[in-house]
């Protein structure tokens, strides 16, 4: 069978390549020319000002249940921004009474510039009388601010802000902005501060690897160029499609795409560099871009490929939530793709030697071969059977236990986490859950009964979790009380603080008890009829997580199949591509049982914030099929000439090594990540170079031969099989390290 992947070589892939190389100076300029013209007339990342929503179907309970209260009582009781004023000492009661007048001056328009805030009511911790106010703090005020026409996130903390400006903030005291909406416009701020020097140390951590693999000054600053390109190419491919489809395009997924961009380049990159060096000393330098790139292209066009439609499949999810993720994703894999395919060989071309300046020597094939005679010990020994069992027995049997915390899996929208938003209530002598109370309300016979209300709002405060309710039949409901009851639709309401991180596990897992009981606290209470709904960020937090989990396994079971069958269309098999899969799946929940393990045990967070087992799950799947098919597509070739056994033994060592540069590179890519001081960030840095660093350093050198020898020549199925072995295979020029066409058609 002939080598489809040399300089000699014919088919589409070397037409292309020839093209490529024959117009690479074209290529390069018409790069730089495009990606600044994007940059000019295309809006980018953000520029919409949108910003993700939470992980909910529209018809979400928690949403129809704020929607109906709102119009049977004019106005909801939910508010997800305050200003909370706090002074060491505390506030004195004349100063109290003037933020409080402050707060009836806006409250009826009576404040220039703050026309939006439609009510501003404030609440003192002043002898821990007030709802959720602690006993024994010192004097401070909590003001909820309620929005006309349901402004964006960012414009609620611009009339925050303004707010406090206009205030009569007493000296020596602080104002800030608490709430869920506050605490998710400081995470973007904090990764719109942090992304500049999580990029650089990313990019300089990839210019030290190349540089020193390569021995070479030069070969990081092509990588560098590729990178660049794409990058604005990419964000403003992202920004188009999103001003064109509606799609929200927000900030907050900026640090996925730079990490993954940053790394499908560079992988990408390394594995041309490995391959133009290995021909440089026999061909000129455009002929071995021509045979470079005619080996890589089938190989990153595949691999590129999977990344997107695997990505892709968070399309199918219900929620708009995935459907911003997942075009962000794929287009940044086909971009990777599209430049690496392109102006990599083209700048390989025109530098030709340079680009390794200042190495002089470069292997050749024969060169090679004649220093690796034999392939390494650990590689022939996972060639025999015997090891292969044992290697696959401990390897499987380690991931498997490596999985088992999963079982144990909290999950948190991760919002206290960031700067000091979430903590400011509790400084000020409040519970946690007064930033976001949740609303009950209560509908049908016996809803507006003041005995059985009287009861409910008893049997309300002795739930776990529960730090004080506001019902119909206390005080300050009785001065206002069409606010909390409405005879004529036969409702009433009631304002529940909980004593936890509204959005995190521990509020949840207390809602959920109290969304169980209610059908028997109403029956105790009087109103068996009458039916209970919940509203508030703790019940969308519920939400949200529950949503999740239906999710991530529909998405699981898509992006699975998705990989299975371009698998099998690259090897053109279907026993292989099952066991490949098997490993990738294995290796994903040992990363994920893991990681619960670290931050729910040993660093006592409580929960994983709910959109990160999903997403690194898909991600993590996706770039697991990329080494496979650099790896297992070099093994196939070689094998069909040379036996499954000399396969392996002659294309291990060289993909191993592009392998582990390769990777090490991508996991510091998202492992940079984790310098944002954000939790939902750290917690997906963690997965993701975990993640990679077991795919490339344990599961595609160890487990994965492993496996190729135990199933041997029944993986080929359909297709014909390895020819058997016969005497001890001998290294070829294709066996040597760089040399070696580790992929392509089979």
């Known amino acids: 069978m002939s080598d489809r992947t040399g300089p000699d070589a014919r088919g589409p892939a070397l037409l292309a390549s020839r093209a490529i ?70 506030l004195s009661a004349a100063e109290q009474a003037a933020l409080g007048r402050f707060a009836l001056d806006v409250s009826q328009r009576r404040v220039a510039g703050l026309g939006e805030i439609a009510a501003a009511v404030p609440l003192t911790s002043a002898g821990g009388v007030a709802p959720g106010a602690r006993e024994g703090g010192p004097a401070s005020i909590l003001t909820y601010l309620a929005f006309a026409d349901a402004p964006s996130i960012s414009r609620q903390a611009e009339l925050g802000r303004a707010y406090i400006e206009a205030a009569p903030i007493p000296r020596g005291a602080s104002a800030g902005l608490t709430g869920s909406s506050a605490a998710r416009q400081d995470q973007i701020d ?46 403003h491919a992202i920004g188009a499609v999103a001003d064109a489809t509606g799609i929200v395009a927000s900030r907050d997924i900026e640090p996925v795409v730079s990490a993954l961009l940053i790394g499908i380049v560079t992988d990408y990159a390394i594995f041309y560099l490995f391959a133009v060096r290995s021909r440089l000393r026999e061909h000129r330098a455009p002929q071995a871009a021509i045979g470079a790139s005619a080996q890589m292209m089938a190989i990153v066009l595949t691999a590129g490929l999977t990344t997107a439609l695997g990505t892709a499949t968070l399309l199918i999810g219900d929620v708009d939530f995935f459907r911003a993720f997942a075009p962000a994703l794929a287009l940044t894999a086909l971009v990777g793709v599209v430049v690496s ?92 859950g007064v930033t976001a109370p949740t609303e009950l309300l209560v509908e049908g016979p016996g809803a507006t009964d003041a005995a059985v209300l009287a009861r409910l709002g008893q049997e309300l405060r002795t739930r776990p979790g529960v730090a004080d309710i506001i019902g119909p039949s206390d005080p300050v409901p009785r001065l206002a009380p069409a606010a909390f009851v409405a005879p004529e639709a036969s409702a009433s309401r009631f304002v529940v603080v909980l004593d936890s991180q509204p959005t995190e596990h521990d509020a949840i897992q207390s809602l959920d008890g109290i969304e169980d009981a209610m059908p028997g606290m109403l029956a105790a209470a009087g109103a068996p009829g009458a039916r209970a709904s919940l509203a508030g960020d703790t019940a969308i937090a519920s939400a949200s997580v529950d949503a999740m989990r239906t999710e991530l396994i529909r998405v699981g079971v898509a992006a699975l199949i998705v990989n299975f069958v371009l698998l099998a269309l690259f090897l053109r098999a279907l026993v292989a591509p099952l066991y490949l899969l098997a490993a990738n799946a294995l290796t994903v929940a040992a990363t994920l049982g893991i990681t619960t393990w670290l931050f729910q045990d040993v660093l006592d967070q409580g929960q994983l914030v709910y959109y990160v087992p999903f997403a690194t799950s898909v991600l993590l799947l996706a770039l697991a099929s990329d080494y496979t098919i650099y790896l297992v597509g070099g093994i196939w070739r070689a094998a069909r000439r040379v036996g499954l056994v000399g396969g392996i033994r002659t294309a291990m060592p060289a993909a191993s090594r592009s392998i582990s540069v390769a990777g090490l590179v991508l996991a510091g890519s998202f492992g940079l990540l984790a310098m944002v001081p954000i939790e939902a960030l750290r917690q997906f840095a963690f997965v993701m170079a975990l993640g990679v660093a077991l795919d490339a350093f344990v599961v595609r050198p160890l487990l994965v031969p492993a496996l190729i020898t135990l199933v041997g020549r029944r993986g080929f199925w359909p297709s014909a099989p390895a020819p058997a072995p016969a005497a001890e295979p001998r290294a070829t020029g294709e066996g040597a390290p760089g040399t070696v066409a580790p992929g392509g058609p089979p």
């Open 190 to 235: 904090t990764i719109n501060d942090w992304l500049p020097l999580v990029v650089g140390i990313t990019l300089a951590l990839m210019v030290l690897v190349v540089a020193v693999v390569f021995r070479s000054i030069v070969a990081p600053l092509v990588v560098l160029a590729a990178i660049a390109v794409a990058y604005v190419v990419d964000v």
């Open 341 to 432: 395919v392109t102006l990599l060989p083209a700048l390989l071309a025109i530098l030709g030697r340079g680009a390794f300046w200042p190495r002089r020597t470069f292997p050749s094939g024969a060169s090679a071969a004649a220093r690796t005679e034999r392939a390494p010990v650990a590689t022939r020994l996972l060639t025999t059977r015997a090891v292969a069992a044992l290697v696959v027995a401990l390897l499987a049997g380690g991931l498997l236990v490596a999985a088992s915390p999963l079982r144990d899996l909290e999950l948190g929208l991760g919002l206290t986490s960031g700067r000091a938003s979430d903590s400011r209530a509790v400084d000020a002598g409040f519970v946690a």
């Open 21 to 90: 190389v024959t117009l690479r100076h074209l290529v390069v300029v018409g790069w730089i020319a495009g990606a600044v013209a994007m940059a000019l007339t295309l809006p980018g990342l953000g520029s919409s000002g949108q910003q993700l929503d939470l992980p909910l179907p529209d018809d979400a309970a928690p949403l129809a249940a704020e929607q109906r209260s709102a119009e049977i009582f004019g106005a909801p009781l939910i508010s997800r921004t305050q200003v909370v004023v706090s002074r060491p000492g505390g």
